[in-house]
């Protein structure tokens, strides 16, 4: 049977609509186990107990650090503005709580863009108790980082103690989280742009520490010396109120850095080993310096050291060894000892020293993070030295934004409805005056 021109072409054309769908079978067949792998990596997220009950117990931990960061405020200022200064940090657990659920959470963590998150969990509605985060609710994971974003602001009052309006506090505390915190947080923790160049921050060295303590040194030169300062001696009223809250800020600091892990497993296990290490080694080495330095030892110096370790460790907890914990927080002590001498020589009014523990510990701790690093990252000494100028434009880019947008807050409020307490209710107390009670009535 002869084939003409054009049953040939009919056939060359079903051939290879043959040999192409025979490719076809053959490439999808030798695709199976690579779609397979595909489909495993983007399985859903599936709730693990132990992870969850691991992070509720971290965020209760975290919350319980506002608080004891009032007892360690309040007992550092004069006794007629102990309860000011408790109330600076009890406020921001209200004011900070229902911003931070409104809609702080979702400018740090919606996905929005390199700078700042979108609404989309606006008043959380897009939550459920089945929605995840990774391997822990959803509802866990927000409130976790919330307890983050209430204690930064409260961080900032060490620096207006015993001289700011209540009144200003509080806008100011709303305006600062929403303007300021919630951004930074998207740039390192919301995927942003500083998370996307790889900085490191574990738990929150620049986020957290560095943006409250240049927020603190604005606010201190905003406001000025308190009535006195420096001719006058403003002695600690309470030390052992003071020694409390140190106390209960060491405890928290377990679940804020072994909590960042977000997991019950060994990560976790070694941000509670690095931060119990350094923070131990920078009590020690802040004690000696005073101890060389001044001839004895002192209580608030002891407290001051071991919230210095905390500060520094933070933003490597979960990437650098415990024996590099150790060299941080012995360096860190010294570092912060002459880092709280600095409104000496410059004249600012630092009420409770935030600029040198959390400003400066937490710029110094971000740094050696690129140093350090070798777990979940290399830094400097492990052959990266790109990881070092990661983290320098971190702490420069974090260290100008805040700067920049807490002047911008601080001048504003200033000029509407002012920043400072008249004179007269300065030299009462701001207790009586302004919140109509006293803390000791005995």
């Known amino acids: 049977m002869a084939f003409s021109m054009r049953d040939y072409v009919k056939f060359l054309f079903r051939e290879k609509l043959l040999i192409s769908s025979g490719m076809l079978a053959l490439l999808i067949f030798a695709a199976l186990p690579i779609c397979s792998a595909f489909a ?15 992070v509720l117990a971290s965020t209760a931990l975290v919350m319980l650090m506002t608080p004891g ?5 309040a007992g550092m200022v004069r006794k007629k503005n102990v309860l000011s200064t408790c109330m600076h940090s009890f406020v921001a657990l209200g004011v900070i709580g229902v911003q931070w659920m409104i809609l702080g959470y979702t400018l740090s963590f919606g996905a929005g863009n390199n700078f700042v998150g979108d609404l989309k969990s606006f008043l959380l509605l897009d939550m ?7 391997t822990i609710p959803a509802y866990v994971y927000m409130w976790f980082q919330g307890m983050f974003a209430i204690i930064t602001p409260a961080l900032i009052s060490g620096s207006i103690a015993e001289r700011m309006k209540f009144s200003s506090y509080v806008i100011f505390l709303i305006l600062w989280a929403t303007l300021v ?7 390192v923790w919301g995927n942003g742009w500083l998370q996307k160049y790889g900085a490191l921050d574990f738990a929150g060295g620049t ?23 420096p001719s006058e001696a403003f002695i600690p009223h309470n030390l052992t109120m003071t020694l409390l809250g140190a106390g209960l800020l060491w405890f928290g600091w377990f679940g804020f850095n072994s909590g960042s892990a977000l ?4 990560i976790a ?6 931060t119990m290490t350094a923070s131990a080694a920078a009590a020690f080495s802040w004690m000696m310096m005073e101890w060389i330095f001044h001839g004895k030892p002192s209580a608030l110096g002891i407290a001051s050291g071991l919230v210095a370790g905390l500060v520094v460790i933070t933003p490597a907890a979960g990437f650098v060894t415990p024996s590099w914990a150790l060299v941080m927080g012995l360096a860190g002590g010294v570092i912060c000892y002459y880092g709280v001498r600095i409104k000496l020589k410059l004249g600012f009014d630092d009420s409770l020293d935030v600029v040198g523990v959390h400003g400066i510990g937490g710029s110094f701790g971000a740094i050696c993070t690129g140093i350090f690093a070798s777990i979940g990252g290399a830094g400097l000494i492990y052959g990266n030295p790109e990881q070092l100028l990661k983290q320098v434009v971190g702490v420069g880019a974090t260290a100008i934004y805040g700067l920049i947008l807490t002047w911008i807050i601080a001048t504003v409020l200033d000029k509407t409805i002012g920043l400072r307490v008249d004179e007269e209710t300065e030299t009462l107390g701001l207790d009586r005056e302004l919140h109509g009670e006293v803390g000791y009535t005995i």
């Open 40 to 54: 495993e990596d983007a399985a859903p997220a599936v709730l693990n107990s132990g992870d969850t009950a691991w």
């Open 269 to 274: 296990g070694l941000a509670f080993s690095t």
């Open 128 to 134: 459920t108790p089945e929605t995840l985060n990774g």
């Open 263 to 266: 997991k019950a497993d060994g």
């Open 207 to 229: 986020v957290v520490h560095l943006l409250s303590g240049i927020s603190a040194l604005v606010m201190a030169l905003k406001l000025g010396k308190r009535k006195g300062y």
């Open 69 to 73: 960061l009032a007892f360690f405020y």
């Open 181 to 187: 915190y919630d951004p930074v947080a998207h740039w």
